[in-house]
């Protein structure tokens, strides 16, 4: 069930959008976002969990028969923040006279370009990816993008984390609604590792469910998932003041140090290994050094994101894209390096995402502005061989905003990775992504030991109506005529109240929950039983 509304048209983009006040807003609004996020009030795995002992989820048959088979397969996404301008990461040497013509100051000359066909190169300055394309490890998609382009980094980064249409507002995330799937009580049950880890990324919502819960570990830096690595925790809670204001710091550090119930896991899969190689200096290296180590150390999370920012090139692209595609070449070469030395390089799938691309004629300030269309790189030796998928961008036949045109839909790639990498039932992706995409050929094969066999229990839809800050009730749709319990618990995990348990019919049902004298303002969460089927969502009481 998603969360989701219709906004209105998009305003079309034009310069005042480009730059200016309208530009900054839309910084301010990501920024903003960003923050309540990282605090934790927009909801998240850190508030919802809190102390909640670790419980390996039996419950769901799905979640169970990835337990029992092959669960090796991993996706990382990169994620490279602020548009990264793709047409000087694959250069179309077809044309290079336009692309020469629209882009005078900041095209790729010839000389610097390196050939990855008759068609498309990419910048010397990427050379460590060379012989990942050689070895057939290495794919490019064209064209990549949506209907309707926003321009906003802000929206379209939503649109890409929510798999939504360009006119829906929808806040849970792709990979969220995936997870939750897999784990549908999640929040009082939840599994014994970390279902995902994202760095660097705290502001993008791929991965909050629809109960808007983020189902992952999020940290803001590298440096922050290093610590929690090294020493089981963020904060040292030992070395403080002896006065008030150490007992105030502990306590502060100790409530931190909490929420990160996964901390033991990821120590422990830290531990387990070690780093071989020499990452490039950078963030990126940074985030892949520790993600390798955490994969090699047999963690088990199947879902990573990194991050990193700095593509958003309205102004001096040639002194900082060059720099940015080249940390992401030697980083990704040297991640899978690392990883070849466990024998994982097979098992890891990679994949660039950005919110949009450049537009292909530079503007005055030596960059380029908000655009559409960008090519879409993967890698890999599950990808079975190099190559391109899609339709050539054309640089003869621009759109209305005079950008490249979109020929695949983002949420194609989306669907042939969950399918074809993760071994996600068909079915199952068409519901998380809301319709069924048209799957690519990207060389991807779900093996026999790799499928997932289980059949999961009937889900339970559910939603929450509040009649007033302290009274909501909870509505909920039953498959089949079955035993039920709706219980509710506070944030420790204590139960507060058992709100119905017994038999119902099939159809739609209720129960109230209205907040008695003894109970604190807070959050709050409820539980459905029903069957085989368990169902979870927090609840917020005001008094």
Known sequence: MHNHNKISKNLPIGSALEHGEAHERDHQQWSRRSFLQTLGITGGMSVMLGNFPIQALMSSPLAFALNQGETDRVLVLIRLKGGNDGQNMIIPVFDYGTYQSLRPTIRVPQNEILSLSNEFGMPNTMAALQPLWSEGNMKVVHSVGYEDQSLSHFRSSDIWASASEPDVIDDSGWLGRYLQSLYPDFLMNPPAIPPAIQIGGVGNQAFIDTNNTNISVSVNEPNELYEIAQNGQLYDINNLPDCLYGEQLGYMRAVTNSTFIYAT???????????????????????????????????????????????????????????????????????????????????????????????????????????????????????????????????????????????????????????????????????????????????????????????????????????????????????????????????????????????????????????????????????????????????????
């Open 265 to 543: 896991a990821i120590k422990d899969a830290y531990d387990a290994s070690s780093t071989q190689v020499t990452y490039p200096v950078g963030s990126l290296g940074r985030q892949l050094a520790i993600v390798a180590r955490l994969i090699k150390g047999n963690l088990g999370t199947k879902l990573y994101m990194v991050t990193l920012d700095g593509f958003d090139t309205h102004a001096n692209q040639n002194n900082v894209q060059p720099r940015l595609l080249k940390e992401v070449a030697d980083s990704v070469k040297v991640f899978y390096d690392d990883l070849g030395f466990a024998d994982k390089a097979k098992d890891v799938l990679s994949m660039t995402i950005s919110e949009f691309g450049r537009r292909p004629e530079q503007n005055a300030s030596g960059g380029c502005d908000h655009g559409a269309a960008a090519p879409l790189m993967l890698f890999g030796e599950g990808l079975n061989g190099n190559g391109f998928v899609g339709t050539p961008p054309n640089w003869q036949d621009f759109d209305n905003n005079g950008n490249l045109k979109y020929h695949t839909d983002f949420r194609q790639i989306y669907a042939t990775v969950l399918e074809n990498w993760l071994c996600v039932d068909a079915n199952t992706v068409n519901a998380v992504l809301g319709q069924n995409f048209t799957r690519l050929n990207l060389g991807l094969a779900c093996s026999a030991t790799t499928a997932v066999n289980g059949v999961a229990a009937p889900s339970i839809k559910h939603s929450v109506r509040y009649i007033s800050s302290q009274q909501v009730v909870i509505q909920y749709n039953l498959p089949s005529a079955t035993n039920v319990r709706v219980d509710v618990f506070n944030l420790l995990g204590q139960p507060v109240s058992t709100l119905f348990n017994g038999y119902q019919l099939a159809g739609e049902h209720q129960v109230e929950f209205a907040a008695s004298g003894y109970l604190a303002s807070g959050q709050y969460f409820y539980r459905i039983q029903a069957g085989q089927s368990i169902a979870s969502q927090s609840i917020r009481i005001v008094r």
